[in-house]
């Protein structure tokens, strides 16, 4: 019995011993995680728990991924992970709880296209541009057919012809891919490619030929307060010209003293785009008004000035030799804003060439040669307000007397007859 009493007593003073040196069995501390719980793919974010000198080893779901601290972990897929950490100081170990990791799928953002402020030129290569957040490869559309791939911001490009081509790329990277709003890019004429001849009328025959032109009639002043009477009988053709004849029929200085003649081809021939040219020798004369333009085909459901007009050439004969080129639309109009003058002094002793050249880009006024241009009408905002200009256009030619600008310093009677001469029309494709 006082054997058992030693044994017990002395199992107490080694417990109460061990109790006031401080020691007990080795209990290591749970380490704590901190570091970003919401990341994107691709992302490399670090993750720590407080200082140690133990051994770490650091997992992703069941993958050991570190061991040092900090941590660097790259999240290569999307979903929700748990990250540990087990701390060993070589002879007990401590896992940490588990630290939630949501991980975003990481898109490109949607891709932006520019043609660096410049437009392409048909049949030369031009470099289109393009800026996304996150891609790293970007697969190219033009008018929906695959055009190539590229790494780079830029993409060498040719467009074959005048135009506007609606180009769309595709910004990818190794874990999604996001598509861009289609892009529409206006392509400009190449100066050194000569067009070729898509519609004409050379006057070779004896009359107006009606396949291709039809008359105004009337004398309701045609918006300008015009004098002139328009018939069906004030023209003729010979020699390769078209005459286009005003007379004097009345007692003269009221509307309907005059007749003239006005021509268009409306309904018959419409032409997009393109180089529109006469070649003609105007009247002389107080109080004529020759002209040759174009008005938006959609006139009658889309009515002026939302059609759009291009006066390819006016003159008036009290400022004899002024030529003028003009644009109306629904953001200038009444008091011609848009309009450029070319004097010619042989407007009336000579014929002369008077075109334009029209793209989606601009529209280009030029007197005898494409490369004598006196005027380009080119907004930088293109719009239903600016720019009425990508729908199909007719042809009028005519000669006014009298009106809000060709009657400003009245109607000399003295003058008349007068002959409009027209020697052709022709209309060239850039296609």
């Known amino acids: 019995m006082k054997a058992l009493n030693r044994i017990v007593l002395l199992l107490f003073c080694l417990a109460f011993v061990q109790c ?10 749970k380490p704590v995680i901190s570091g970003p719980a919401q990341v994107n793919q691709g992302d490399v974010s670090t993750y720590s728990i407080p200082t140690t000198q133990n051994t770490l080893t650091w997992k992703v779901n069941d993958s050991i991924v570190g061991t040092t601290n900090p ?9 929700t992970f748990k990250v540990t950490v087990t701390s060993t100081d070589g002879k007990t170990s401590v896992v940490s709880d588990p630290y939630n990791v949501a991980v975003a799928i990481s898109l490109p ?16 290569s031009f470099s289109l541009q393009v800026s996304s957040i996150n891609a790293n490869q970007y697969t190219w559309y033009v008018n929906g057919t695959q055009v ?10 040719t467009f074959n012809k005048v135009g506007i081509d609606t180009v769309q790329v595709v910004a990818s990277n190794n874990y999604g891919s996001t598509s861009s709003d289609k892009f529409p890019v206006r392509v400009d004429y190449n100066p050194s490619i000569t067009p070729t001849l898509a519609w004409s009328d050379e006057f070779n025959g004896t009359t107006l030929d009606m396949t291709k032109w039809g008359f105004d ?18 023209d003729s053709v010979s020699n390769g010209v078209l005459y286009i004849l005003a007379k004097l029929v009345g007692a003269g200085q009221h509307v309907g003293d005059y007749t003239s003649c006005r021509i268009n081809t409306a309904g018959k021939e419409s032409f997009k785009y393109g180089q529109i040219e006469v070649r003609a020798k105007l009247p002389v004369g107080k109080g004529v008004w020759p002209a040759f333009w174009m008005l938006g085909s959609d006139i009658a459901t889309n009515p002026w000035p939302a059609c759009g007009e291009v006066d390819i050439m006016e003159e008036v004969g009290y400022d ?8 109306h639309t629904p953001s200038s109009y009444g008091n011609t804003v848009n309009t450029s003058v070319k004097y010619l002094s042989t407007c009336s002793s000579q014929y002369h060439i008077y075109g334009v ?4 880009v601009a529209i280009r006024f030029y007197i005898d040669d494409p490369t004598n241009i006196y005027y380009t009408y080119d907004p930088a905002t293109k719009n239903a307000s600016t720019w009425p200009f990508d ?25 008349f007859p007068q002959t409009y001469s027209i020697d052709y029309v022709r209309v060239y494709s850039y296609q």
């Open 320 to 327: 004899q030799g002024n030529i003028h080129g003009s644009i």
């Open 20 to 29: 006031s040196t401080g020691t007990s069995p080795n209990v290591l501390p």
């Open 391 to 415: 729908n199909p256009c007719f042809i009028i030619l005519n000669l006014a007397i009298g009106g809000n600008w060709g009657g400003v310093q009245g109607v000399d009677d003295s003058i």
């Open 71 to 79: 941590v660097m972990i790259t999240w290569k897929n999307a979903g």
């Open 148 to 157: 190539g791939k590229t790494s780079n911001l830029t993409f060498p490009y």
């Open 357 to 360: 050249i029209w793209t989606p």
């Open 217 to 234: 009639l009337g004398e309701n002043g045609w918006g300008n307060n015009e004098w002139e009477n328009y018939t069906n009988s004030n």
């Open 109 to 124: 953002s949607k891709p932006s296209i520019s043609t660096g402020g410049n437009p392409p030129v048909a049949g030369t």
